[in-house]
């Protein structure tokens, strides 16, 4: 009986044992663990805190489904694959580090990271990742905007979507307008493709890693354009459409430069062509301005070698020049005149011109400051005159036609008749004057007759006829009273 009492008292003494630990089990789970069913709701609620916490499934204690952690480096909650080895492949972390960063991230079940969620200077930041963790794409948020950028394995950037919001770039600057960009890049990372916007312009520039803008294509408050480059940008095409203009420029290099090879504009104000040759020089120029129009070929030193004018309601015309700088060959004409020059390519001082106008045509022969030849009409025909080289010496000579006859004339180089031939109706007449253009000869035939006077002063000497009687001779004195006869 002692024995069983003793046996009891052991076991009594072994279970206080066991309850005390358990009391202290209790009150160190107390600490963590609290159970609330005071509400005046009647709802119980259970409080837990801890430094680690680990979620097993019911059907397999093996496992880990979830764990949450607290250290140094900062909290982290894990949600594992099932099945996995080791019972403990994270796929999805959720954490803040020590700097009180959070950071959400999505693992493969190769353990790489598929997907990272993170806050960086303030603003967030979205990773997508490929096999092995290859990049793949991330998005960011940016003061005042955003970007997208899709990535290649080796993590360069192949494409990227940009705003940026506008505002003022610095005290007493202008503002900046929004602006969003699209970016393309080669696998080198060299930009071959990129579209911009600011909401009031938009352009396109297109290319290749060693020339990213062979192809530029814009679009402006004031218009459109559009710029073409080969390689090395040895040749280039430019076009632009505004409001007040449109031009399409084919120019070597890549800025014109006024050297272009090829430039057609066109306006409110007209169209015009311009053609230059290899060495910049321009060669022609095809206007139509005004209500008018042009063609002009430009020789060396912009001279121009052929020019064709049209001025609408004024005249039109045409010159071509030699490879001097005279004139050489221009026409003219306009509602009342018709106008034809040729210029000696080696002195503009000579030259053949004829004209017409209001029905009345001339021909002019010039050499130096004098005329040599004119030829025209006058009211009963045409007439020809040749002048004299030497102003002081030299005559003039005129060949004309009348109603009934021609006429020659030869007189000194002030206009002075010395000599005139001429016809009449009744037959041919010569008088001679003096230098004061006073007649003293008359040689004429009268139908069947011919006669020849003499005189001095203006008085008759001698006349000489012949009729068909025969010949008489006369002699005068100064008064006109007749001295002698014969026969």
Known sequence: MNEEIEQLKDTLASMRTE???????????????????????????????????????????????????????????????????????????????????????????????????????????????????????????????GSVAVLQPDGRTRGVLFHQDGGEEGQGAQEKASSTDLLFASAQGSTVLKLHTDGTSSFMAAGTPAQPDGAVLGMGPDGGSLMLHSKENKNSISMMCGELISCLKMHPGKVPDGNDGLSLLAGDFGSSIELH???????????????????????????????????????????????????????FANDETAFVKVTSPDDETCHISASVAKGSPSLMVTDGSRPLVMAGRTEHGGVICAYGLKEAEGGIASLSGGPLGGELAICSNDGTRLMTLHSTDHGGR??????????????????????????????????????????????????????????
């Open 19 to 145: 309850l005390d630990e358990l009391k202290s089990r209790l009150a160190r789970i107390s600490r963590y663990v609290t159970v609330d069913n005071e509400d005046d709701d009647g709802v119980e609620r259970v409080y837990m805190e801890c430094t680690d916490f680990t979620l097993r499934p019911a059907h397999d204690r093996r496992q880990i489904a979830a764990h949450v952690g607290a250290g140094q480096q900062g909290v982290y909650f894990d949600l594992h694959y099932p099945g996995m080895e080791h019972n403990m492949h994270t796929a999805i972390r959720l954490s803040v580090d020590e700097e009180g960063v959070p950071h959400v991230q999505v693992f493969g079940r190769d353990w790489k990271t598929r997907l990272e969620l993170m806050v960086q200077n303030d603003h967030g930041l979205a990773a997508v990742l490929g096999a092995e963790g290859a990049p793949g794409a991330v998005m960011r948020a940016l003061p005042g905007g």
């Open 277 to 331: 040759d290899e060495k910049g020089a321009q060669r022609v120029d095809i206007s139509a301005l005004g209500g008018g129009a042009g063609l002009v070929f430009l020789k060396d030193g912009e001279d121009e070698a052929l020019a064709l004018r049209h001025a609408p309601g004024s005249h039109s015309s045409l010159s071509m020049r030699g490879g001097s700088k005279a004139e050489g060959v221009f026409l």
């Open 430 to 487: 010569m008088l001679i004057n003096n230098d004061l253009g006073m007649q003293r000869v008359t040689l004429a035939a009268y139908d069947e007759a011919g006669s020849m006077v003499l005189n001095n002063t203006g008085s008759n000497g001698l006349i000489a006829t012949v009729t068909p009687e025969g010949g008489r001779l006369t002699l005068l004195d100064p008064e006109g009273k007749m001295l002698a006869q014969l026969p």
